[in-house]
Nanobody, 128 residues
């Protein structure tokens, strides 16, 4: 499975962006994979942001984005989205998507490494 994250950019505080994570090769559905978004700001460790189950019925968010970010997926398009609203300068980071064959969203929220598949990051910069 190859993952490609896109949709990052430069936005003013209070603005919105939608990130996409597209799978190619084997699809998310091949293994009913949950998908997570992670981010890493300069000089900081990578942190969990959000995760979604294969069915979309289970979603988990880090507290700092709860109510502002929404994770969703379209399995027919092999794509997972992260809608980011009310962006803050502290959301500035390189955002990664990752998929896992066995972990559920709650388990994904507890890790920052060890997922089965990782995509390259997409940069999100929020200016004040």
């Amino acid at each position: 499975v190859q993952l490609q994250a896109s949709g990052g950019g430069l936005v003013q505080a209070g603005g919105s962006l939608r990130l996409s994570c597209a799978a190619s090769g084997r699809t998310f559905s091949s293994y009913a994979m949950a998908v997570g978004w992670f981010r890493q700001a300069p000089g900081k460790e990578r942190e969990f942001v959000a995760a979604i189950s294969w069915s979309g019925g289970s979603k988990v968010y880090v507290d700092s984005v709860q109510g502002r970010f929404t994770i969703s997926r379209d399995n027919a398009k092999n794509t997972v989205y992260l809608q980011m609203n009310s962006l803050k300068p502290e959301d500035t980071a390189l955002y990664y998507c990752a998929a896992d064959r066995f972990r559920n969203p709650r388990q994904i929220s507890a890790i920052t490494d060890g997922m089965d598949y990782w995509g390259k990051g997409t940069q999100v910069t929020v200016s004040s």
